[in-house]
Each structure stands twice: as structure tokens, then as C-alpha cells.
């Protein structure tokens, strides 16, 4: 497993993705599970396997293809991560977020990023969005930060800030959008943890208490290191479940991605209209 990966991995994975390319997207977006068919929206599509690019983690979890998209939306080339890697699956930090490094690498100014996360909030309920304004990052407080090792100086310091990690002018323009579309947006802070296990009543009673919203198991490295980057970033958490908060419920990754089906058409109304308000 590599604990960090090099410039020159980076740079080599992002000459193969733009030796397919005929634009140079503008906006990336992960997809995370149950997700993907945001996908199929992409017009003009370029379709590039992540086996075919050196260094890139596979996508071992169901509910995640496992392709770069390329092509536009609302008249903005973007790419999108038709899939996602977890520190759960094996990889490292570094491995997980080098798909931002090579985003950030082919000139892309701004991440929209989602994830598929347990509601936390009692008032959330399966099929809602979360646009998420902060994230607690207990899979890096212990040490599992994308950013430990070597800093690649040509990307960012070695202390960046992190006091908004979520641009608050893109989630300005999420909430006008939700409005004029009589959406349900709410507003909260996401927990990233390792995984896989899901968590136990206790662990969301104690998560609900120091301020978690919604839960998941991706997000935050990668946030991090488009940060680090000086990557705008835009989340949002599909809420797939409600929190197991008395142990009366079983939570399974097959509902997860059953609740992507009420979740896509409202994230793709969402970031359709964000997209069509930075083409004007």
C-alpha cells in the first residue's frame, strides 16, 4: 500500500486522462453510492475505465462503476467520477484522493462532491439532501490524513486552512436553486468515518452529540486535499437511511442504494442549476 503518492504519479495519470480529452473540464464531481446514474446526463461522453489509468484505485463496492465520464453539462465540460474509493477497500489516503490531484492537475477550479450517509439529524429522512456547510473529520483526527507524508509544495502549503471547506457562495447558489425548485435542502455537518461496519447505536448517539448531522464513510479526505489544492468545494450527502439510534433497526447497504433512486433527480436539479448559473 502506498502511503503517499509522488508529483510524478499525478502527473503521469493525468497526461493518460487528458490524451483522451478534447476539452479541459471546468467542474468535477464524485459520485458516491447509488449515485452514478448522475452520470448519464453527461452529453458528448468520454468514458475512461479507471484500470485504464496508472495508479488509479479500483472501485471493489457495489453501487460504484468505476469510470472517469467526461463531457457537458449546462454548457460546462466536466468530469465526472462515475464511482469512488474508501479507506475501507485497502487503499491509502494518498490513493484515494489522487483522482483530485489529477483534477486538480488538468485545471479543474471547483469539486461538487456527494456521498450516500446515514441521517444522523432525528428530522432527516431517507431519499432527503444534505448540502453539507462543515464536516468532522474523525477518520483523520487519529492520524489518516490525505495530506501526511511529503507536501507537494506545487499543490499547496503544508498547513492549509481548513476553517471553510465548504464554499459558502456555492452553497449560497444551492440554496437559491433548491428554492426556486420547492426542494427540501437541508444544511448540516457530515462525520466521515473508516468503515465498513456500519455504525452502532452508541457510536450515533455519541456522533448526534458532538454535533454530526449525517454519517458516512467517504468525503472529507478528499475535501481535504482539493482544499489543500485550492479547490472550491460543494457537497452533499444523500440521506440513504435514518440513524439506528435504539437498535430497533437493521441498516444494509442494498437500502443505501435503493434511496439513490428518490436521491438522483433531486442532486441532478441541484447541480444542474449551480452549474447553469456559473455559465452566465
Not at 9 to 26: H, K, M, N
Not at 31 to 47: C, F, K, W, Y
Not at 49 to 54: G, M, R, V
Request: aromatic residues 4%.
Amino acid at each position: 500500500m502506498n502511503d503517499w503518492i509522488s508529483l510524478a504519479q499525478i502527473d503521469q495519470t493525468t497526461g493518460e486522462v487528458r490524451a483522451s480529452l478534447s476539452v479541459t473540464p471546468r467542474v468535477g464531481l464524485i459520485l458516491g453510492s447509488g449515485l452514478g446514474s448522475l452520470a448519464e446526463q453527461i452529453e458528448q461522453p468520454v468514458v475512461i475505465p479507471f484500470e485504464k489509468l496508472s495508479n488509479w484505485p479500483l472501485s471493489t463496492v457495489i453501487g460504484h462503476h468505476g469510470q472517469l465520464v467526461v463531457g457537458g453539462l449546462e454548457g460546462i465540460p466536466v468530469m465526472v467520477m462515475q464511482g469512488r474509493t474508501h479507506y475501507y477497500e485497502g487503499y491509502s489516503m494518498a490513493q484515494i484522493t489522487l483522482p483530485v490531484r489529477v483534477m486538480q492537475r488538468l485545471g479543474i477550479e471547483i469539486l461538487v462532491i456527494t456521498n450516500a450517509a446515514g441521517g444522523v439529524n432525528p428530522d432527516y429522512a431517507p431519499g432527503e439532501v444534505m448540502l453539507i456547510t462543515d464536516h468532522i473529520n474523525m477518520i483523520g483526527m487519529a492520524g489518516l490524513n490525505p495530506l501526511r507524508g511529503p507536501n507537494l509544495d506545487e499543490l499547496g502549503p503544508r498547513f492549509p486552512d481548513m476553517s471553510c471547506p465548504y464554499d459558502l457562495q456555492l452553497r449560497q447558489t444551492a440554496l437559491q436553486v433548491a428554492s426556486e425548485n420547492n426542494l427540501r435542502l437541508h444544511q448540516g455537518v457530515y462525520v466521515s468515518l473508516a468503515g465498513p461496519s456500519f455504525e452502532s447505536p452508541a457510536d450515533l448517539r455519541f456522533l448526534r452529540q458532538i454535533g454530526a448531522d449525517a454519517v458516512g464513510m467517504s468525503t472529507v479526505p478528499e475535501v481535504i486535499a482539493a482544499r489543500h489544492g485550492g479547490t472550491r468545494v460543494l457537497g452533499f450527502s444523500g440521506i440513504s437511511n435514518k440513524a439506528n439510534l435504539d437498535g430497533s433497526t437493521i441498516t444494509t447497504h442494498e437500502e443505501v442504494l435503493e434511496a439513490g433512486a428518490k436521491i438522483v433527480p433531486q442532486l441532478l436539479i441541484l447541480i444542474r442549476g449551480v452549474l447553469r448559473r456559473l455559465g452566465n
